[in-house]
Structures are given as structure tokens and as C-alpha cells.
């Protein structure tokens, strides 16, 4: 049986989904803070906090779980540099929490939801695995400093785990069941889409002179379900005896906040409201991944790589659910 951590949340819910379509047997636990009850479509499910170690106990007592994947983190970019406080204590703090209850009940193997944001400022693109990691902001420093904590578990104690390192996670599930949906959202499709609803009154561009073509940031994109397949495979290869690793999981393209609207706009049929603000601290100018080692050693090839592709998931679950889950009106 495998345990998602931050099941209820954007990333997690679609790898429940994949999961379940794989026939493999899911507990998700979720204080739902940030997630949403909807979008967990199937399995088993317990509602708590993965920080307090009587809800792990308790939860890995009365499920035999031989894997798990964890998705729970603060993770805006913004808030991480006012607040680095709240983010060192949910995102390491739990993670220690998470690994000791781990090894109290003897489960080897880990998934973990990191980010591109562990390598900051990037001196070459696209980025490698073996580049340095130099956060520019506290959120980027959390998760390095618990993938470091995932690398020293294994040699002390023989936990294995893989680090899966995001780019942008973007996009919907294909089908239309799940979206994307956060309060506050701050991920830049959905805030597209918000606004082409006229849910939001205009997008706010931060930063227009970065050492890019159009001075806008550029990052690469990649759909949410491909991320979620990209967990199933890592998962196969611990359980198949693989050893403690990190990849990137990206598709090798970057798109400007320009190139992101302009598609927006071709996709929802009417153009978009937008103005310029000024930059947002702790943001690169470029994050663009090379995810070849991922592709060879996991066999992962993403099925939805096309940035227009990604947008049109999701625009149709948006245009269908222009209140999100409903849950927080």
C-alpha cells in the first residue's frame, strides 16, 4: 500500500488518481489546509497533520504501507521570504517528524515532492542533477535542506528515497476530474485562466526586464500528470532495488510570462487584461530543466509536454469549474 502525504492537495490528487488507475492500493492523509476533500477520487483517506507523530503512528499502525509519497509543503515563493519561520517548520521540521515515524515503523522507501527552486540562480541551461544547489529563497532552501536529511537517513539508517525536483507543475487532469486550485493561488496558468474568466481583474506580470527576449522570467512547464506518473516510476525502481537519488522532471522548454498569456489567449478565444509589476524577491530570470536522467533510468516520457496542451487541461477545467472545488466561498 502506498501513503500520499498532501493527497488532498493540486500535485497529490492527480498521482491518487494515477495510482488507482495502476490498480495499487492508496491511503491519503491530508490535513486539507490547502487541499481539497473533491479531488481525492477514490481510496482510503484520514484527515490530520503528517507534522504530529501520534496521526503517523496511528496511521502507519492500521495500514500496511511499504511506500510513501509527500507532497505536503508550504511552497510560494513570496511568502517563504516574510515568513521563512512557517516554512522551516512544516517543510523540515515535519519532514523530520515524517522520517522518524518512518523508520519506527520500518518502511524503506520515500517519494518526495521537491523543487528546481533547490538550485537558484542557474549558471548553465538546461539544468542538470549535478549542478549546484543555491537557493535564492527560503522555500528552495527547506527542500534542499530536507533532501539533504533523505540522503544521510540512507546511510545511517538504510531509508531509501528518491527526489523528485519540479520545474512547473502546471495543467489538469485530462479527463477534467482535478485542478488546479489554491488560496491564494499564485502559480501563474491558473492566475491566467482566473483572469480570462474574469474571476481576478487583471494579471499582474512581475518583472519585465530579466536578460530574457522579452524580459519577462522564463521556466519550463510541465503537466501535473506527467509529474504523477513520473512518482509511480520512481516508486517501481526503489522497490526493484534502485538506490537514493534526485532527478529533475521538466521537458527541456521554457516559455516567457509573455509566450504563457499569449497561448492563454489563443486558447480562451479574447484577450487578457495585464499590467506590469515589479519583480517578486527570490524569483531566477530562467529555470529550465534537462530531465534525460529521468527518461533513461526511470523509462519516464511525458505525454502532455506541449505548452498549449497544458493550458487547454487546464482551461477545461477552469471554464468548468470557475469556482474550484467550491469548498472555500
Same mark, same amino acid.
Given at each position: 500500500?502506498?501513503?500520499?502525504?498532501?493527497?488532498?492537495?493540486?500535485?497529490?490528487?492527480?498521482?491518487?488518481?494515477?495510482?488507482?488507475e495502476r490498480?495499487?492500493?492508496?491511503?491519503?492523509?491530508?490535513?486539507l489546509?490547502?487541499?481539497?476533500?473533491?479531488?481525492?477520487?477514490?481510496?482510503?483517506?484520514v484527515?490530520?497533520d503528517?507534522?504530529?507523530?501520534?496521526?503517523?503512528?496511528t496511521?502507519?499502525?492500521?495500514?500496511?504501507?511499504e511506500?510513501?509519497?509527500?507532497?505536503?509543503?508550504?511552497?510560494?515563493?513570496?511568502?517563504?521570504?516574510t515568513?521563512?519561520?512557517?516554512?522551516?517548520?512544516?517543510?523540515?521540521?515535519?519532514?523530520?517528524?515524517?522520517?522518524?515515524?518512518?523508520?519506527?515503523?520500518?518502511?524503506p522507501?520515500?517519494?518526495?515532492?521537491?523543487?528546481?527552486?533547490?538550485?537558484?540562480?542557474?549558471?548553465?541551461?538546461?539544468?542538470p542533477?549535478?549542478?549546484?544547489?543555491?537557493?535564492?529563497?527560503?522555500?528552495?532552501?527547506?527542500?534542499?535542506?530536507?533532501?539533504?536529511?533523505?540522503?544521510w537517513?540512507?546511510?545511517a539508517?538504510g531509508?531509501?528515497?528518491v527526489s523528485?525536483r519540479?520545474?512547473?507543475?502546471?495543467?489538469?487532469?485530462?479527463?477534467?476530474?482535478?485542478g488546479?486550485?489554491?488560496?491564494?493561488?499564485?502559480?501563474?496558468?491558473?492566475?491566467?485562466?482566473?483572469?480570462?474568466?474574469?474571476?481576478?481583474?487583471?494579471?499582474?506580470?512581475?518583472?519585465?526586464?530579466?536578460?530574457?527576449?522579452?524580459?519577462?522570467?522564463?521556466?519550463?512547464?510541465i503537466?501535473?500528470?506527467?509529474?504523477?506518473? %513520473?512518482?509511480?516510476?520512481a $516508486?517501481?525502481?526503489?522497490? =526493484?532495488?534502485? !538506490?537514493?537519488? /534526485?532527478y529533475?522532471?521538466?521537458?527541456?522548454?521554457?516559455y516567457?510570462?509573455?509566450?504563457?498569456?499569449?497561448?492563454?489567449?489563443?486558447?480562451?478565444?479574447?484577450?487578457?487584461?495585464?499590467?506590469?509589476?515589479?519583480?517578486?524577491?527570490?524569483?531566477?530570470?530562467?529555470?529550465? %530543466?534537462?530531465?534525460?536522467? $529521468?527518461?533513461?533510468?526511470? =523509462?519516464?516520457? !511525458?505525454?502532455? /509536454?506541449?505548452?498549449?496542451?497544458i493550458?487547454?487541461?487546464?482551461?477545461?477545467?477552469?471554464?468548468?469549474h470557475?469556482?474550484?472545488?467550491?469548498?472555500r466561498?
Amino acid at each position: 500500500m502506498i501513503c500520499v502525504i498532501g493527497g488532498a492537495g493540486y500535485i497529490g490528487s492527480h498521482c491518487v488518481k494515477r495510482l488507482l488507475e495502476r490498480d495499487h492500493k492508496v491511503v491519503t492523509l491530508d490535513n486539507l489546509e490547502a487541499g481539497h476533500r473533491a479531488a481525492i477520487v477514490g481510496g482510503e483517506f484520514v484527515q490530520g497533520d503528517y507534522t504530529d507523530r501520534q496521526t503517523l503512528d496511528t496511521l502507519f499502525t492500521s495500514y500496511p504501507i511499504e511506500c510513501v509519497m509527500h507532497f505536503a509543503a508550504y511552497a510560494s515563493v513570496a511568502e517563504s521570504m516574510t515568513d521563512p519561520a512557517k516554512f522551516y517548520r512544516l517543510n523540515v521540521v515535519g519532514g523530520y517528524t515524517l522520517l522518524e515515524a518512518m523508520r519506527a515503523h520500518r518502511i524503506p522507501y520515500l517519494i518526495f515532492s521537491s523543487s528546481a527552486a533547490t538550485y537558484g540562480e542557474p549558471r548553465q541551461i538546461p539544468i542538470p542533477e549535478d549542478h549546484p544547489q543555491q537557493p535564492t529563497n527560503a522555500y528552495g532552501e527547506t527542500k534542499r535542506a530536507f533532501e539533504q536529511m533523505l540522503r544521510w537517513y540512507d546511510v545511517a539508517f538504510g531509508l531509501r528515497s528518491v527526489s523528485l525536483r519540479y520545474f512547473n507543475a502546471a495543467g489538469a487532469d485530462p479527463e477534467g476530474q482535478l485542478g488546479e486550485d489554491h488560496h491564494p493561488e499564485t502559480h501563474l496558468i491558473p492566475l491566467v485562466l482566473l483572469t480570462a474568466l474574469g474571476k481576478r481583474p487583471v494579471l499582474k506580470i512581475f518583472g519585465t526586464d530579466y536578460d530574457t527576449p522579452d524580459g519577462t522570467a522564463i521556466r519550463d512547464y510541465i503537466h501535473v500528470t506527467d509529474l504523477a506518473d %513520473a512518482h509511480i516510476l520512481a $516508486a517501481e525502481s526503489l522497490k =526493484g532495488g534502485a !538506490p537514493t537519488t /534526485a532527478y529533475n522532471l521538466g521537458n527541456g522548454l521554457g516559455y516567457s510570462v509573455r509566450e504563457v498569456v499569449r497561448t492563454a489567449e489563443e486558447v480562451v478565444g479574447h484577450p487578457i487584461p495585464q499590467e506590469e509589476a515589479p519583480r517578486r524577491a527570490g524569483d531566477p530570470a530562467r529555470l529550465v %530543466a534537462s530531465a534525460d536522467r $529521468a527518461k533513461r533510468e526511470l =523509462g519516464w516520457q !511525458p505525454q502532455y /509536454a506541449d505548452l498549449r496542451t497544458i493550458i487547454e487541461t487546464a482551461w477545461r477545467w477552469h471554464s468548468t469549474h470557475p469556482d474550484g472545488y467550491g469548498d472555500r466561498l
